[in-house]
């Protein structure tokens, strides 16, 4: 579809079949936890470590980003869906919210892989700002992600694969079948 025909609905959709994981970005703000559900997470760079995050001008965290140059991020888990509505402004009510710290950055218990950022940048781009952070601190864990796909959360099925060999001289963010063991 060309751009002048822009149907911001088809344009979503056609976004939403690119899948994703679903993060939370935490912040301490004024003594206090605040965290957004956000899928717009990328890999950035590996030397230095870098991801960003882009985030809507509209959002609380927009706002208090700036201010507290850090944030967390929280890879949730296939069993997270609810925390992920609850960031994402369908405040469930009596949902048990257990943070952790990770350099004084609140994370949520229980995510597949955390991140702590400092961030370096951030580009205004269009209705949202993209927060590019130093990663400062990070760890995973073998477990199933919640996956986001076409406007729903999803889970993966298949079986794990065998990683595909791939020689150490072409090692980059994207190479295939680099996920080594955990790191616990
Ligand atoms: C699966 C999912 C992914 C989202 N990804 C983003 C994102 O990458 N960036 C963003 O600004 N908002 C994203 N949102 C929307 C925010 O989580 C939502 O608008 C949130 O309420 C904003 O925070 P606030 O209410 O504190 O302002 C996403 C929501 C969902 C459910």
Redesign the pocket.
Same mark, same amino acid.
């Given at each position: 579809m060309a751009a002048h025909s822009f149907d911001p609905r088809q344009f979503r959709n056609a976004l939403g079949r690119f899948a994703?994981g679903?993060?939370v970005?935490t912040t301490r703000y004024e003594d206090r936890p605040?965290?957004?559900?956000? /899928?717009? =997470?990328v890999s950035v760079s590996l030397d230095p470590p870098l991801v960003l995050?882009?985030?809507?001008?509209?959002?609380?965290?927009?706002r208090i980003l700036p201010i507290t140059g850090r944030y967390g991020v929280s890879v949730l888990a296939e069993n997270q869906e609810k925390l992920? /509505?609850h =960031?994402?402004?369908?405040t469930i009510e009596g949902l048990k919210i257990r943070f952790t710290e990770r350099l004084d950055i609140p994370v949520l218990e229980g995510a597949v892989a955390y991140f702590v950022v400092s961030v370096i940048d951030a580009h205004p781009a269009g209705d949202?700002t993209l927060f590019i952070g130093q990663v400062e601190h990070f760890e995973a864990v073998d477990d199933r992600p919640l996956l986001?796909y076409a406007g729903k959360?999803q889970q993966i099925r298949a079986e794990k694969a065998k990683p595909t060999p791939w020689p150490q001289d072409e090692f980059s963010l994207f190479s295939i079948g680099s996920f080594d063991p955990p790191i616990t």
């Amino acid at each position: 579809m060309a751009a002048h025909s822009f149907d911001p609905r088809q344009f979503r959709n056609a976004l939403g079949r690119f899948a994703s994981g679903v993060t939370v970005i935490t912040t301490r703000y004024e003594d206090r936890p605040h965290g957004m559900t956000a /899928n717009a =997470f990328v890999s950035v760079s590996l030397d230095p470590p870098l991801v960003l995050v882009s985030v809507d001008n509209r959002a609380t965290l927009h706002r208090i980003l700036p201010i507290t140059g850090r944030y967390g991020v929280s890879v949730l888990a296939e069993n997270q869906e609810k925390l992920s /509505n609850h =960031f994402a402004g369908r405040t469930i009510e009596g949902l048990k919210i257990r943070f952790t710290e990770r350099l004084d950055i609140p994370v949520l218990e229980g995510a597949v892989a955390y991140f702590v950022v400092s961030v370096i940048d951030a580009h205004p781009a269009g209705d949202h700002t993209l927060f590019i952070g130093q990663v400062e601190h990070f760890e995973a864990v073998d477990d199933r992600p919640l996956l986001f796909y076409a406007g729903k959360y999803q889970q993966i099925r298949a079986e794990k694969a065998k990683p595909t060999p791939w020689p150490q001289d072409e090692f980059s963010l994207f190479s295939i079948g680099s996920f080594d063991p955990p790191i616990t």
